[in-house]
Protein backbone atom coordinates (compact mmCIF):
# COMPACT_ATOMS: atom_id res chain seq x y z
CA UNK A 1 0.00 0.00 0.00
CA UNK A 2 2.29 2.16 0.75
CA UNK A 3 4.51 2.10 -1.89
CA UNK A 4 1.69 2.78 -4.03
CA UNK A 5 0.87 6.38 -2.59
CA UNK A 6 3.63 8.71 -3.52
CA UNK A 7 4.39 11.55 -0.31
CA UNK A 8 2.16 14.49 -2.53
CA UNK A 9 -0.31 12.05 -2.44
CA UNK A 10 -0.35 10.81 0.92
CA UNK A 11 -0.53 14.50 1.90
CA UNK A 12 -3.06 15.77 -0.30
CA UNK A 13 -4.83 12.56 1.03
CA UNK A 14 -4.35 14.10 4.89
CA UNK A 15 -5.69 17.54 3.78
CA UNK A 16 -8.51 16.29 2.14
CA UNK A 17 -12.50 16.18 3.73
CA UNK A 18 -14.72 13.50 3.09
CA UNK A 19 -17.13 15.83 1.11
CA UNK A 20 -21.20 14.57 0.24
CA UNK A 21 -21.86 16.93 -3.01
CA UNK A 22 -23.47 16.59 -6.20
CA UNK A 23 -20.49 14.68 -8.40
CA UNK A 24 -20.27 16.15 -12.20
CA UNK A 25 -22.41 13.56 -13.49
CA UNK A 26 -25.03 14.67 -11.43
CA UNK A 27 -25.52 11.93 -8.91
CA UNK A 28 -25.11 13.01 -5.27
CA UNK A 29 -22.40 11.33 -3.19
CA UNK A 30 -19.14 11.39 -1.47
CA UNK A 31 -16.21 13.08 -2.88
CA UNK A 32 -14.19 10.06 -4.41
CA UNK A 33 -10.92 12.68 -4.92
CA UNK A 34 -9.48 15.91 -3.79
CA UNK A 35 -10.21 17.24 -7.53
CA UNK A 36 -13.90 16.13 -7.37
CA UNK A 37 -14.51 17.33 -3.84
CA UNK A 38 -13.70 20.63 -5.09
CA UNK A 39 -15.94 20.21 -8.18
CA UNK A 40 -18.99 19.89 -6.01
CA UNK A 41 -18.77 23.65 -5.62
CA UNK A 42 -21.15 25.28 -2.66
CA UNK A 43 -23.02 23.41 -2.12
CA UNK A 44 -21.30 20.25 -1.10
CA UNK A 45 -21.02 19.24 2.79
CA UNK A 46 -18.04 18.03 5.02
CA UNK A 47 -18.97 15.21 6.77
CA UNK A 48 -16.29 14.58 8.86
CA UNK A 49 -15.71 18.24 10.11
CA UNK A 50 -19.66 18.34 10.76
CA UNK A 51 -19.48 14.69 12.36
CA UNK A 52 -16.62 15.96 14.80
CA UNK A 53 -17.40 19.63 15.31
CA UNK A 54 -20.77 18.16 16.41
CA UNK A 55 -19.78 15.14 18.09
CA UNK A 56 -17.20 17.47 20.14
CA UNK A 57 -19.57 20.21 21.04
CA UNK A 58 -22.40 17.53 21.90
CA UNK A 59 -19.72 16.21 24.23
CA UNK A 60 -18.85 19.68 25.41
CA UNK A 61 -22.49 20.68 26.33
CA UNK A 62 -23.52 16.94 27.77
CA UNK A 63 -20.55 16.51 30.43
CA UNK A 64 -21.14 20.71 31.73
CA UNK A 65 -25.16 20.26 31.50
CA UNK A 66 -24.59 17.12 33.56
CA UNK A 67 -22.68 18.96 35.79
CA UNK A 68 -24.65 22.12 35.60
CA UNK A 69 -28.09 19.81 36.61
CA UNK A 70 -26.94 18.59 39.81
CA UNK A 71 -25.07 21.96 40.50
CA UNK A 72 -25.34 22.25 43.96
CA UNK A 73 -24.80 25.37 46.89
CA UNK A 74 -23.16 22.41 48.50
CA UNK A 75 -20.16 21.07 48.66
CA UNK A 76 -19.21 20.18 45.06
CA UNK A 77 -18.05 17.06 43.68
CA UNK A 78 -15.27 16.37 41.00
CA UNK A 79 -17.21 16.86 38.04
CA UNK A 80 -18.61 19.98 39.38
CA UNK A 81 -15.92 21.13 40.70
CA UNK A 82 -13.67 21.54 37.36
CA UNK A 83 -16.84 22.73 35.68
CA UNK A 84 -16.91 25.46 38.54
CA UNK A 85 -13.28 25.76 37.79
CA UNK A 86 -13.84 26.68 34.07
CA UNK A 87 -16.51 28.94 34.61
CA UNK A 88 -14.84 30.98 36.92
CA UNK A 89 -11.71 31.23 34.36
CA UNK A 90 -13.88 31.75 31.54
CA UNK A 91 -16.29 34.54 34.01
CA UNK A 92 -13.10 36.33 35.46
CA UNK A 93 -11.98 36.95 31.62
CA UNK A 94 -15.34 38.63 30.55
CA UNK A 95 -15.34 40.46 33.54
CA UNK A 96 -11.80 41.95 33.01
CA UNK A 97 -12.50 42.81 29.01
CA UNK A 98 -16.33 43.21 28.98
CA UNK A 99 -17.32 46.47 30.99
CA UNK A 100 -21.02 46.05 29.41
CA UNK A 101 -23.97 44.37 30.47
CA UNK A 102 -24.79 41.35 28.08
CA UNK A 103 -25.60 37.56 29.45
CA UNK A 104 -24.60 36.29 25.95
CA UNK A 105 -20.84 37.01 26.21
CA UNK A 106 -20.16 34.75 28.95
CA UNK A 107 -21.50 31.89 27.50
CA UNK A 108 -20.29 32.43 24.42
CA UNK A 109 -16.71 32.35 25.37
CA UNK A 110 -16.86 29.08 27.45
CA UNK A 111 -18.41 27.36 24.73
CA UNK A 112 -15.79 28.73 22.06
CA UNK A 113 -13.17 28.32 24.48
CA UNK A 114 -14.32 24.76 25.82
CA UNK A 115 -15.40 23.92 21.93
CA UNK A 116 -12.56 24.81 20.17
CA UNK A 117 -9.58 23.32 22.32
CA UNK A 118 -11.53 20.34 22.11
CA UNK A 119 -11.89 20.42 18.11
CA UNK A 120 -7.84 21.12 18.56
CA UNK A 121 -7.44 18.71 20.65
CA UNK A 122 -7.89 16.34 18.07
CA UNK A 123 -4.77 17.13 16.34
CA UNK A 124 -2.95 15.23 19.06
CA UNK A 125 -4.38 12.43 18.07
CA UNK A 126 -1.66 10.29 15.54
CA UNK A 127 -2.58 11.77 12.19
CA UNK A 128 -3.13 8.06 10.67
CA UNK A 129 -5.08 6.23 13.33
CA UNK A 130 -8.65 7.86 12.83
CA UNK A 131 -8.70 8.28 9.09
CA UNK A 132 -7.17 4.51 8.80
CA UNK A 133 -9.79 3.43 11.13
CA UNK A 134 -12.48 4.80 8.68
CA UNK A 135 -11.41 3.44 5.98
CA UNK A 136 -11.25 0.16 6.87
CA UNK A 137 -14.62 1.03 8.26
CA UNK A 138 -14.99 2.38 4.60
CA UNK A 139 -14.02 -0.76 3.20
CA UNK A 140 -15.82 -3.05 5.34
CA UNK A 141 -19.09 -1.70 5.11
CA UNK A 142 -19.43 0.23 2.06
CA UNK A 143 -16.67 -1.54 -0.05
CA UNK A 144 -14.89 1.28 -1.19
CA UNK A 145 -11.63 1.79 -1.67
CA UNK A 146 -9.78 3.45 1.57
CA UNK A 147 -7.90 5.61 -0.28
CA UNK A 148 -10.75 7.22 -1.44
CA UNK A 149 -11.97 7.87 1.95
CA UNK A 150 -11.15 10.79 2.98
CA UNK A 151 -11.30 11.56 6.91
CA UNK A 152 -9.85 14.85 8.46
CA UNK A 153 -10.22 14.64 12.14
CA UNK A 154 -9.33 18.55 13.39
CA UNK A 155 -12.30 20.49 12.64
CA UNK A 156 -10.28 23.82 13.24
CA UNK A 157 -7.90 22.93 10.28
CA UNK A 158 -11.09 23.24 7.97
CA UNK A 159 -11.83 27.19 6.96
CA UNK A 160 -15.96 26.20 7.50
CA UNK A 161 -15.60 25.43 10.86
CA UNK A 162 -13.42 28.72 11.62
CA UNK A 163 -15.45 30.52 9.57
CA UNK A 164 -18.76 29.50 10.63
CA UNK A 165 -17.49 30.64 14.42
CA UNK A 166 -16.13 33.75 13.45
CA UNK A 167 -18.65 34.53 10.91
CA UNK A 168 -21.10 34.40 13.77
CA UNK A 169 -18.97 36.52 16.02
CA UNK A 170 -19.09 38.85 13.38
CA UNK A 171 -22.98 38.64 13.36
CA UNK A 172 -23.16 39.42 16.75
CA UNK A 173 -20.53 42.15 16.28
CA UNK A 174 -22.90 43.78 14.03
CA UNK A 175 -25.89 43.64 15.67
CA UNK A 176 -24.68 44.59 18.99
CA UNK A 177 -22.99 47.81 17.42
CA UNK A 178 -26.50 48.84 15.82
CA UNK A 179 -28.17 47.87 19.04
CA UNK A 180 -26.08 50.13 20.97
CA UNK A 181 -24.68 52.97 18.72
CA UNK A 182 -28.42 52.68 16.68
CA UNK A 183 -27.81 52.61 12.80
CA UNK A 184 -26.78 56.58 12.51
CA UNK A 185 -23.94 56.01 15.24
CA UNK A 186 -22.96 52.67 13.42
CA UNK A 187 -22.21 54.03 10.35
CA UNK A 188 -20.83 57.56 11.80
CA UNK A 189 -17.94 55.40 13.22
CA UNK A 190 -17.20 53.34 9.80
CA UNK A 191 -17.58 56.87 7.82
CA UNK A 192 -16.69 59.58 10.52
CA UNK A 193 -13.14 58.56 11.48
CA UNK A 194 -10.38 58.07 11.85
CA UNK A 195 -10.43 61.68 9.75
CA UNK A 196 -12.81 63.68 11.37
CA UNK A 197 -13.94 67.35 10.22
CA UNK A 198 -16.25 70.04 10.79
CA UNK A 199 -16.23 71.29 7.09
CA UNK A 200 -18.76 69.77 5.44
CA UNK A 201 -17.16 69.47 2.39
CA UNK A 202 -14.26 67.78 4.05
CA UNK A 203 -16.63 65.68 5.43
CA UNK A 204 -17.78 64.55 1.90
CA UNK A 205 -13.96 63.87 0.84
CA UNK A 206 -13.03 61.81 3.94
CA UNK A 207 -16.26 59.37 4.16
CA UNK A 208 -14.48 56.95 1.52
CA UNK A 209 -10.99 57.05 3.11
CA UNK A 210 -12.77 56.40 6.36
CA UNK A 211 -15.39 53.90 5.10
CA UNK A 212 -12.08 52.02 3.63
CA UNK A 213 -10.23 52.09 6.78
CA UNK A 214 -12.96 51.53 9.06
CA UNK A 215 -14.48 48.39 6.83
CA UNK A 216 -11.07 46.89 6.83
CA UNK A 217 -10.93 47.19 10.48
CA UNK A 218 -14.39 45.45 10.53
CA UNK A 219 -13.80 43.01 8.01
CA UNK A 220 -10.75 42.22 9.80
CA UNK A 221 -11.87 41.15 13.02
CA UNK A 222 -13.65 37.93 11.96
CA UNK A 223 -11.01 36.99 9.02
CA UNK A 224 -8.28 37.50 11.69
CA UNK A 225 -10.11 35.39 13.83
CA UNK A 226 -10.76 32.36 11.92
CA UNK A 227 -7.61 32.64 9.92
CA UNK A 228 -5.79 33.12 13.13
CA UNK A 229 -7.24 29.66 14.63
CA UNK A 230 -6.92 27.96 10.78
CA UNK A 231 -3.75 28.92 10.09
CA UNK A 232 -2.15 27.89 13.21
CA UNK A 233 -3.89 24.40 13.51
CA UNK A 234 -3.72 23.83 9.27
CA UNK A 235 0.37 24.35 10.44
CA UNK A 236 0.38 22.20 13.26
CA UNK A 237 -1.44 19.58 11.50
CA UNK A 238 0.66 20.17 8.60
CA UNK A 239 4.00 19.35 10.55
CA UNK A 240 2.24 16.40 12.42
CA UNK A 241 1.80 14.64 8.55
CA UNK A 242 5.52 15.10 7.18
CA UNK A 243 6.57 13.79 10.46
CA UNK A 244 4.14 10.55 9.92
CA UNK A 245 6.26 10.73 6.73
CA UNK A 246 9.40 9.81 8.19
CA UNK A 247 8.02 6.43 9.29
CA UNK A 248 8.29 5.07 6.26
CA UNK A 249 11.69 5.68 5.75
CA UNK A 250 13.21 3.03 7.74
CA UNK A 251 13.95 2.43 11.19
CA UNK A 252 16.34 4.75 12.43
CA UNK A 253 14.55 7.79 10.77
CA UNK A 254 11.48 6.35 12.14
CA UNK A 255 12.48 6.35 15.43
CA UNK A 256 13.31 10.16 15.19
CA UNK A 257 9.95 10.92 13.55
CA UNK A 258 8.40 9.28 16.83
CA UNK A 259 10.50 11.80 19.53
CA UNK A 260 10.08 14.53 17.05
CA UNK A 261 6.13 13.84 17.29
CA UNK A 262 6.70 13.43 20.85
CA UNK A 263 8.39 16.76 21.39
CA UNK A 264 5.94 18.62 18.49
CA UNK A 265 2.47 17.09 20.70
CA UNK A 266 4.29 18.19 23.40
CA UNK A 267 4.53 21.52 22.06
CA UNK A 268 1.14 21.22 20.48
CA UNK A 269 -0.81 21.66 24.06
CA UNK A 270 0.43 24.46 24.57
CA UNK A 271 -0.68 25.83 20.90
CA UNK A 272 -4.12 24.33 20.81
CA UNK A 273 -4.75 25.86 24.16
CA UNK A 274 -3.42 29.44 23.26
CA UNK A 275 -5.40 29.30 19.88
CA UNK A 276 -8.79 28.62 22.25
CA UNK A 277 -8.22 31.07 24.51
CA UNK A 278 -7.46 34.16 21.90
CA UNK A 279 -10.29 33.15 20.07
CA UNK A 280 -12.04 33.78 23.12
CA UNK A 281 -10.32 36.44 24.80
CA UNK A 282 -10.62 38.40 20.98
CA UNK A 283 -14.25 38.00 20.89
CA UNK A 284 -14.99 39.03 24.05
CA UNK A 285 -12.85 42.20 23.04
CA UNK A 286 -14.27 42.88 19.29
CA UNK A 287 -17.82 42.02 21.43
CA UNK A 288 -16.78 45.09 24.18
CA UNK A 289 -15.91 47.32 21.52
CA UNK A 290 -19.32 47.05 19.36
CA UNK A 291 -20.79 47.74 22.89
CA UNK A 292 -18.75 51.40 23.82
CA UNK A 293 -20.06 54.74 22.26
CA UNK A 294 -16.49 55.65 20.97
CA UNK A 295 -13.30 54.20 21.18
CA UNK B 1 -9.52 23.45 1.76
CA UNK B 2 -13.08 24.40 -0.19
CA UNK B 3 -15.82 27.05 1.04
CA UNK B 4 -19.40 25.30 1.38
CA UNK B 5 -22.79 24.89 2.44
CA UNK B 6 -20.86 23.21 5.90
CA UNK B 7 -19.57 26.91 7.06
CA UNK B 8 -23.25 27.20 7.64
CA UNK B 9 -23.65 23.95 9.11
CA UNK B 10 -21.21 24.94 11.42
CA UNK B 11 -22.49 28.51 11.98
CA UNK B 12 -25.52 26.66 13.41
CA UNK B 13 -23.73 24.56 15.30
CA UNK B 14 -21.93 27.15 16.69
CA UNK B 15 -24.90 29.48 17.46
CA UNK B 16 -27.04 26.20 18.91
CA UNK B 17 -24.23 25.36 21.17
CA UNK B 18 -23.84 29.13 22.36
CA UNK B 19 -27.80 28.93 22.80
CA UNK B 20 -27.75 25.74 24.78
CA UNK B 21 -24.43 26.68 26.85
CA UNK B 22 -26.37 29.77 28.00
CA UNK B 23 -29.70 28.46 28.66
CA UNK B 24 -28.47 24.82 29.99
CA UNK B 25 -25.24 25.42 31.80
CA UNK B 26 -24.32 29.08 32.39
CA UNK B 27 -27.54 29.84 34.72
CA UNK B 28 -27.70 26.95 36.84
CA UNK B 29 -23.44 27.03 37.29
CA UNK B 30 -23.74 30.49 38.20
CA UNK B 31 -26.65 30.09 40.49
CA UNK B 32 -25.43 27.15 41.86
CA UNK B 33 -21.97 29.35 42.39
CA UNK B 34 -23.96 32.48 43.39
CA UNK B 35 -26.12 30.73 46.21
CA UNK B 36 -23.00 29.09 47.22
CA UNK B 37 -21.62 32.36 47.74
CA UNK B 38 -24.25 33.94 49.73
CA UNK B 39 -24.39 30.70 51.74
CA UNK B 40 -20.61 30.94 53.06
CA UNK B 41 -21.86 34.98 53.78
CA UNK B 42 -24.17 33.76 55.84
CA UNK B 43 -22.22 31.47 57.72
CA UNK B 44 -19.28 33.29 58.48
CA UNK B 45 -22.13 35.89 59.26
CA UNK B 46 -23.36 33.89 61.77
CA UNK B 47 -20.34 32.65 63.32
CA UNK B 48 -19.54 35.88 63.99
CA UNK B 49 -22.73 36.34 65.77
CA UNK B 50 -21.86 33.46 67.69
CA UNK B 51 -18.90 34.65 68.92
CA UNK B 52 -20.49 38.21 69.81
CA UNK B 53 -23.16 35.84 71.61
CA UNK B 54 -21.07 33.98 73.52
CA UNK B 55 -18.91 37.32 74.62
CA UNK B 56 -22.46 38.68 75.70
CA UNK B 57 -23.36 35.25 77.66
CA UNK B 58 -20.17 35.12 79.28
CA UNK B 59 -20.34 38.90 80.44
CA UNK B 60 -24.12 37.91 81.71
CA UNK B 61 -23.31 34.78 83.82
CA UNK B 62 -20.31 36.70 85.68
CA UNK B 63 -22.87 39.44 86.44
CA UNK B 64 -25.23 36.81 87.86
CA UNK B 65 -22.55 35.25 89.45
CA UNK B 66 -21.64 38.10 91.46
CA UNK B 67 -25.19 39.10 92.05
CA UNK B 68 -25.83 35.72 93.52
CA UNK B 69 -22.84 36.25 95.57
CA UNK B 70 -23.87 39.68 96.87
CA UNK B 71 -27.85 37.93 97.28
CA UNK B 72 -26.22 35.25 99.39
CA UNK B 73 -24.15 37.24 101.30
CA UNK B 74 -27.66 39.35 102.21
CA UNK B 75 -29.00 35.97 103.05
CA UNK B 76 -26.23 35.17 105.76
CA UNK B 77 -26.41 38.30 107.29
CA UNK B 78 -29.87 38.21 107.90
CA UNK B 79 -29.87 34.38 108.52
CA UNK B 80 -27.22 35.53 111.42
CA UNK B 81 -29.35 38.35 112.35
CA UNK B 82 -32.44 36.23 112.85
CA UNK B 83 -30.48 33.63 114.83
CA UNK B 84 -29.48 36.49 117.09
CA UNK B 85 -32.86 37.30 117.62
CA UNK B 86 -34.44 34.06 118.45
CA UNK B 87 -31.42 33.10 120.69
CA UNK B 88 -32.49 36.49 122.39
CA UNK B 89 -36.38 35.54 122.34
CA UNK B 90 -35.48 32.02 123.71
CA UNK B 91 -32.89 33.56 126.80
CA UNK B 92 -35.65 36.32 127.72
CA UNK B 93 -38.42 33.69 127.11
CA UNK B 94 -36.59 31.45 130.17
CA UNK B 95 -36.11 34.03 131.84
CA UNK B 96 -39.42 34.90 132.36
CA UNK B 97 -40.39 31.22 132.78
CA UNK B 98 -38.12 30.32 135.51
CA UNK B 99 -39.72 33.78 137.41
CA UNK B 100 -43.11 32.25 136.82
CA UNK B 101 -42.10 29.06 138.27
CA UNK B 102 -40.42 30.23 141.30
CA UNK B 103 -43.04 32.42 141.62
CA UNK B 104 -46.00 29.34 141.72
CA UNK B 105 -43.49 27.62 143.97
CA UNK B 106 -43.16 30.39 146.28
CA UNK B 107 -47.14 30.75 145.83
CA UNK B 108 -47.23 27.01 146.66
CA UNK B 109 -45.22 26.67 149.91
CA UNK B 110 -47.07 29.80 151.12
CA UNK B 111 -50.34 27.81 150.99
CA UNK B 112 -49.03 24.71 152.08
CA UNK B 113 -47.43 27.02 155.05
CA UNK B 114 -50.92 28.22 156.18
CA UNK B 115 -52.55 24.95 155.65
CA UNK B 116 -49.67 23.24 158.17
CA UNK B 117 -50.80 26.38 160.48
CA UNK B 118 -54.49 26.00 160.21
CA UNK B 119 -53.77 22.41 160.75
CA UNK B 120 -51.77 22.85 163.76
CA UNK B 121 -53.67 25.77 165.13
CA UNK B 122 -56.79 22.87 165.29
CA UNK B 123 -54.50 20.82 166.81
CA UNK B 124 -53.07 22.74 169.23
CA UNK B 125 -56.91 23.81 170.27
CA UNK B 126 -58.21 20.45 170.53
CA UNK B 127 -55.11 19.57 172.54
CA UNK B 128 -55.41 22.60 175.03
CA UNK B 129 -59.20 21.95 174.86
CA UNK B 130 -58.30 18.28 175.78
CA UNK B 131 -55.85 20.00 178.70
CA UNK B 132 -58.99 21.89 179.87
CA UNK B 133 -60.89 19.32 180.24
CA UNK B 134 -58.72 17.52 182.02
CA UNK B 135 -58.34 20.31 184.86
CA UNK B 136 -61.70 21.41 185.29
CA UNK B 137 -63.09 18.09 185.33
CA UNK B 138 -66.91 18.93 183.99
CA UNK B 139 -66.46 22.26 185.09
CA UNK B 140 -65.72 22.80 181.70
CA UNK B 141 -68.96 22.71 178.94
CA UNK B 142 -67.95 23.09 175.49
CA UNK B 143 -70.75 24.39 174.41
CA UNK B 144 -70.49 27.12 176.45
CA UNK B 145 -67.23 28.07 176.47
CA UNK B 146 -66.67 27.22 172.93
CA UNK B 147 -67.08 31.18 172.00
CA UNK B 148 -63.97 31.81 174.87
CA UNK B 149 -62.08 28.81 173.50
CA UNK B 150 -62.58 29.93 169.83
CA UNK B 151 -61.04 33.65 170.68
CA UNK B 152 -57.93 32.03 172.15
CA UNK B 153 -57.97 29.52 169.34
CA UNK B 154 -57.40 33.07 166.86
CA UNK B 155 -55.03 34.48 168.75
CA UNK B 156 -52.93 31.49 168.57
Do not use: C
Not at chain 1, 12 to 20: D, Q, R, Y
Not at chain 1, 95 to 105: L, Q
Not at chain 1, 163 to 176: A, D, E
Not at chain 1, 198 to 223: D, H, Q, R, S, T
Amino acid sequence: MADTITTGDYIKHHLTNMTFGQRADGSWGLAHSTEEASQMGFWAIHVDTMFWSIFLGGLFVLIFHRAARSATAGVPGGLQNFVEWVIDFINENVRGSFSAKNDIVAPMALTIFIWVFLMNLMDLVPVDLIPLAVGWLGALLFDVDPHHVYWKVVPTTDPNATFGMSIGVFLLIIYYSIKNKGMGGFIGELTGMPFEAKNPLMKVIFFPVNLLLEGVNLIAKPLSLSLRLFGNLYAGEMIFILIALMYSGGVILGVFGGALQFVWAVFHILVITLQAFIFMVLTIVYLDMAHQEHH
Amino acid sequence: MNINVTLIAQLIAFAFFVWFTKKFVWTFIMNALEERKQKIADGLAAAERGVREQELAEQRAKERLEEARGKAGEILAQAQKRADEIVDEAKSDARGEGQRLLHAARAEIDQEMTQTREQLRGEVVKLALLGAEQVLQREVDVNVHNESLQKVAAQL
